[in-house]
């Protein structure tokens, strides 16, 4: 990707991405470098959380 032919021609159709892809697509490659052992604990962290309701107490702010 440092062609910068390649990469101008795919900003003109694609346009600029939003900062949500890029910081999906860092965590992503993040994700990768992990050994198959660790992604597998982030899966399973991150099903968790998901399936845990927020909790509204002082001592787990929403942001």
């Known amino acids: 990707m440092k062609n910068p032919t390649f990469i101008a ?3 003109k159709k ?3 991405p939003s900062s ?3 910081e999906s697509l860092r ?3 993040a994700f990768l ?3 198959p052992r660790k992604r597998g ?3 399973d962290l991150v099903e968790r959380l ?3 309701p927020p909790s509204t ?3 787990h702010p929403l942001s």
């Open 9 to 11: 021609e795919l900003h």
């Open 27 to 29: 965590l992503l490659k």
């Open 50 to 52: 998901a399936a845990d």
């Open 57 to 59: 107490s002082p001592d």
């Open 33 to 35: 470098k992990l050994s």
């Open 41 to 43: 604990e982030v899966i």
């Open 14 to 16: 694609l346009g600029t």
């Open 20 to 22: 949500e892809t890029v």
